[in-house]
């Protein structure tokens, strides 16, 4: 957890990423690796004390460096993190089609695991207080402005319009 910015840990703690997090790594991740889905996405995890200690791969050996904090990714690094994303949702998306199979009844990660995998990020401000909530306010406030600077397509800024409009 972050001890040495108040702002960040108050912020993990409202929306329970470590919980999250350990579940993620120590649990569902090792369950797509049971059922032979690639994890290759994500770091290993060694250990795990639940809501204290999580003992991650080293990802530094094979490679792996924090940008900058300022940095724009490039084109390349976006496609890199897109793949990844892709491959976790993947292989969700796998173990839920082989749970339903073996279970003889549909299966949904979101329903079975909703106390962790709920997100809180995307749901209409429910529980959110504080600077989270002005958070969120002002990104969306600063998005709906941003629109007008988008290239001239009209039906982008309208689909685009209509998905903050749903989001807040």
């Given at each position: ?69 300022q940095t724009v990714f490039d084109l390349d690094k976006l496609h890199c993190m897109l793949k990844s994303l892709a491959m976790y949702h993947a292989a969700g998306f796998a173990y839920e089609r082989t ?70």
């Amino acid at each position: 957890k972050p001890r040495n910015n108040k702002l960040q840990e108050e912020t993990a703690n409202e929306v329970d990423v470590f919980k999250r997090e350990i579940f993620l790594y120590d649990v569902l991740f090792k369950e797509f690796a049971k059922y032979g889905y690639e994890t290759s996405f994500s770091p290993r995890s060694y250990y795990c004390i639940p809501e204290q200690t999580l003992v991650m791969e080293d990802i530094y050996l094979k490679g792996y460096r924090l940008p900058e904090r300022q940095t724009v990714f490039d084109l390349d690094k976006l496609h890199c993190m897109l793949k990844s994303l892709a491959m976790y949702h993947a292989a969700g998306f796998a173990y839920e089609r082989t749970k339903s199979k073996e279970l003889n009844k549909p299966f949904c990660l979101g329903e079975e695991y909703y106390d962790v995998l709920e997100e809180v990020f995307f749901t209409q401000y429910r529980g959110m207080k504080g600077h989270l909530l002005d958070w969120w306010k002002t990104s969306f406030d600063t998005m709906d402005k941003l629109i007008d600077e988008l290239p001239k397509d009209e039906e982008y800024k309208k689909v685009f319009k209509k998905l903050l409009k749903n989001s807040t």
